[in-house]
């Protein structure tokens, strides 16, 4: 039964844009999509960018955000994003995790924050979790 519904979550048409990702994880998350059936369709050094990026009708979109900057920063970079394209859903890459910084993350929008050090395999099925809902 799990193996199904993984199936059927890679099988949907899911698109990404990456929010100022760091070099160091960029091309690791890539490759972490794209094994699991997920497109890139962008990658922005500013939020302001994705403005410009055009998205299929028929693709759900997931954006994931760098949160190396301050939380304030991230929390602005979150409620931007979802002003752009407010059914999208919003993923959010920390490093060190402490409780009290992730709260004002889901509150501003976030569905979801991830462990930039996890392994691949974990975030990509934190990602499709992510997308059903």
Do not use: W, Y
Not at 29 to 37: F, I, V
Not at 95 to 104: A, D, F, Q, Y
């Amino acid at each position: 039964m799990g193996r199904a519904k993984s199936k059927a979550l890679t099988s949907k048409k899911f698109a990404a844009i990456f929010v100022e990702i760091q070099e160091d994880i960029h091309e690791s998350l890539a490759n972490t999509l794209k094994t699991g059936g997920l497109e890139l369709i962008g990658v922005v050094s500013s939020i302001e960018e994705m403005a410009a990026i055009s998205i299929r009708d028929d693709a759900r979109l997931m954006i994931i955000i760098d949160s190396s900057e301050k939380a304030a920063t991230t929390v602005e970079r979150i409620e931007i994003a979802k002003e752009l394209h407010p059914d999208s859903r919003i993923a959010v890459l920390v490093g060190e995790v402490h409780l009290c910084r992730l709260g004002p993350l889901f509150q501003a929008g976030a569905h979801a924050c991830l462990d930039r050090e996890a392994n691949p395999k974990t975030i990509r099925k934190s990602l499709e979790l992510m997308m059903q809902g």
